[in-house]
């Protein structure tokens, strides 16, 4: 086959044509993050988009190089949609996270390209600002009650409205805080992590957290997709007088049919999606009654064409928007994320994470959060670059998430979600 077989369907408006596709895998934080480069024919145009699986990142890369790339070089890059299109429909059995990042990558490059060939930055194109900032929430955590507010109150100080609070649970699977020793030296599995111990101790924190923080910080909880429907509800309810912003990703993925019922229970709002691997999968989270904000790690679905598409659909269903954003979202993404922030009328509140100078040499004009709000770059595109020398003195490493994973067991010794 040869590249002649992807030409142009149709007559392209100008002669701008796609010259090469490649991923580029760096680790400045430590993190794994993948960017896709495409670059055309005219001198100095080409665009970057997140592609970033931190636990699979040499697959995305094999497959924008060795599968995607030799169907878009000679293609006009102004047919979006089309183009990714392609890109998942010549695979024949479509979707999950390695393809989806694939084509985020590519999806998010081309209206990078867009924005630079316009000379307008991306949420332009998306139809212009309904607001001016996206406000944000950063994470506190600890080993105790008091460390996690202490933590808190340094990120109060920064000037965020908006914190998660995360306190260490004994076992190996832990999430969110530093791991502390065991307290079950007697179980099959020693290292284990209690669902009945995790319940007892949640509430105390917030309890303490909104005696200590000011009232007007709102408070945010992970469960990382460990509890039954009814341990959910339970959690909810222990957890309503102290007014939560949200409570996360409740069930795991297998169980998400059982939402609407707990969300009818629960006086919090619920935000769950982090675990979406398809445009369908959010789109089915947003319509069955089962979330209050919806949060997909945009790549995961595709890039930035599918999640708008998510945006409109939650504002017509009253669910708002707070796409995940920590450290494995490379600075483009992030900002694909804020690009969507300022143009949806949906917007409900954006992750935010601080990322090291190491990023900010890598990705120059990487966004900072300032006094809580992160605001789009106005140059055209992202208004981010890519320096592939900084990029190399970061090489990627394999994720360490598959042995902390497999150290996630209960007390018993039987594997829980990570």
Not at 56 to 85: C, Q
Request: charged share 20%; hydrophobic share 40%.
């Amino acid at each position: 086959m040869t590249i002649e077989t992807f030409a142009n369907p149709w007559p392209s408006r100008e002669d701008v044509r796609i010259t090469s596709v490649r991923a580029i895998a760096t680790a400045p934080d430590g993190t794994a993050l993948v960017v896709v480069r495409v670059d055309t024919n005219v001198p100095g145009l080409y665009g970057l988009g997140c592609a970033t699986f931190t636990q699979r990142w040499k697959a995305v890369v094999a497959f924008v190089n060795e599968h995607l790339a030799r169907l878009l070089v000679g293609r006009y890059p102004g047919d979006i949609g089309d183009l990714t299109r392609l890109a998942g429909f010549t695979g024949y059995w479509r979707g999950g996270p390695v393809t989806n990042n694939a084509i985020s990558g590519i999806d998010q490059a081309l209206w990078d390209i867009a924005g630079k060939r316009a000379g307008m930055p991306v949420h332009e194109l998306l139809g212009g600002k309904v607001r001016a900032a996206a406000d944000t929430y950063l994470h506190a955590a600890g080993r105790t009650i008091d460390e996690v507010i202490e933590d808190a109150q340094r990120l109060v100080e920064r000037g965020q409205r908006h914190i998660r609070l995360q306190m260490s649970t004994p076992g190996g699977g832990g999430y969110g805080a530093p791991a502390v020793p065991t307290e079950y030296p007697d179980a099959p599995y020693r290292n284990g992590w209690s669902a009945r111990d995790y319940l007892r101790r949640t509430p105390a924190l917030f309890e303490a957290a909104r005696n200590r923080l000011p009232d007007n910080v709102e408070l945010l909880h992970d469960v990382h997709s460990r509890l039954t429907p009814k341990e959910a509800v339970w959690l909810a309810r222990a957890l309503e007088p102290y007014r939560l912003f949200f409570l996360e990703d409740v069930l795991a993925p297998e169980h998400w049919d059982r939402l609407p019922e707990v969300r009818a229970a629960s006086p919090v709002p619920l935000a769950v999606g982090e675990l979406t691997t398809s445009l369908q999968d959010a789109a089915r989270l947003v319509q069955g009654g089962g979330v209050d904000l919806i949060r997909c790690h945009v790549s995961d679905i595709g890039g930035l064409s599918p999640a708008r598409k998510i945006a409109d659909l939650a504002e017509l269903c009253g669910v708002r928007t707070a796409w995940h954003g920590p450290g494995d979202t490379s600075p483009i993404g992030a900002a694909a994320n804020v690009a969507l922030d300022v143009t949806s009328a949906a917007f409900g509140i954006q992750e935010g994470h601080v990322y090291g100078d190491a990023v900010h040499e890598v990705f120059p004009g990487t966004l900072r959060i300032e006094n809580g709000w992160l605001r789009p770059n106005e140059a055209p595109g992202w208004g981010i670059d890519i320096d592939e020398a900084a990029a190399a003195r970061y090489p990627a490493e394999l994720s360490g998430h598959d042995a902390w994973a497999a150290g996630v067991r209960r007390p018993d010794g039987a594997l829980e979600a990570p």
